[in-house]
């Protein structure tokens, strides 16, 4: 099974929140909104349009990775970040 990673564009996001819907369907541990908050992150100035990536399979999106930025505060310190949320991958796959 060869599949390919690519970056995701606007053209895609509807394919991949249909995806997203999917793989969380049966899962035991959801509120069913992933997709809605995957749209909400695109929106948002943690978004790195770069980090969002998805796998494609014979022309089927079959999985989906976001990356966001996030900031780290231990005290009076403070490190810039990434948050891996949420990673979506078809069941059968």
Do not use: C, W
């Amino acid at each position: 099974m060869n599949f390919t990673i690519k970056q995701e564009t606007s053209s895609d996001y509807r394919a991949v929140e249909t995806m997203i819907k999917s793989a969380f369907e049966h899962a035991e541990y959801t509120d069913h909104d992933e997709h809605n908050l995957v749209a909400r992150l695109r929106k948002s100035g943690a978004f790195i349009p770069e980090l969002s990536l998805h796998a494609v399979l014979e022309n089927d999106i079959v999985g989906h990775i976001l990356f966001t930025k996030i900031m780290i505060h231990n005290g009076k310190e403070k490190y810039p970040s990434l948050a891996l949320a949420p990673v979506a991958v078809l069941p059968s796959y």
